[in-house]
């Protein structure tokens, strides 16, 4: 799918006013113009697999056919990819920064991790615990351990709303517990609080603390 050149000038200035250099994306736009190869993709280049990809289906109606506009975007926010239709490039244009937004937040994210991961999580990472599916009399357990995380949480952030965002981010942890195996689940939570220690613009030394809260968490579920 060919886009004109304003178009992509577009792009470039949504990345640009996120304080993004050019040169971390690419562009790939297909030649022909057709229902199976019409498409237009951005894609980071540091991690290939995310990337902003919009296609050109011709749906047919009663009476003629009709074009769509379909963007697939990895990462995005609640899950790993998601897919919306548009009906204009300014639409097209508004999914993008919103998938410019997601992608900060998780390569941030990322970072924060590996540098935890590194240095932290040797004790916990390779335990047996978390192979196959939480019994009942584990999902009981770990009700109680995210609570008691929950509480220690609440000494630590002060604001409200923070504290709130942070509150019904483990209230759903809880309830995957029911729905995800233990490895599943364990990398959900850690997600789960990276992404809320970035979105908050939680202070270091704050985020420290919940850290080494999750560290003990883990630890502790090896006594």
């Not at 577009?10 to 113009?33: I, Q, R, T, Y």
């Not at 040797?122 to 196959?132: D, I």
């Not at 490895?183 to 080494?212: E, V």
Request: aromatic share 16%; glycine share 4%; hydrophobic share 35%.
């Amino acid at each position: 799918m060919k886009m004109k050149y304003s178009q992509k000038l577009a792009f470039k200035d949504v990345v640009e006013s996120k304080g993004l250099p050019g040169s971390m994306f690419e562009f790939e736009e297909s030649e022909a113009s057709n229902s199976e190869q019409d498409f237009f993709k951005i894609r980071y280049r540091p991690i290939h697999e995310y990337t902003f990809y919009i296609s050109l289906k011709r749906i047919k109606t009663i009476r003629h056919f009709q074009e769509v506009f379909f963007v697939s975007y990895t990462p995005a926010e609640d899950k790993y990819s998601e897919t919306n239709n548009c009906i204009d490039f300014e639409e097209i244009l508004t999914y993008f920064e919103i998938w410019i937004d997601y992608l900060t937040e998780e390569v941030n994210a990322m970072q924060l991790w590996n540098e935890w991961y590194d240095g932290s999580t040797s004790n916990f990472n390779g335990t047996e615990f978390f192979n196959g599916d939480f019994t009942e009399k584990e999902i009981e357990i770990l009700q109680v351990k995210v609570l008691e995380l929950k509480s220690k949480c609440r000494e630590l952030v002060s604001d409200t709303e923070k504290f709130e965002l942070i509150d019904n981010k483990l209230d759903t942890v809880i309830e995957q517990l029911s729905q995800m195996n233990k490895f599943d689940w364990r990398s959900f939570f850690i997600g789960t609080i990276f992404n809320l220690l970035q979105a908050l613009s939680i202070d270091k030394n704050t985020g420290n603390q919940i850290l080494n809260l999750v560290q003990t968490f883990f630890t502790n579920l090896l006594k």
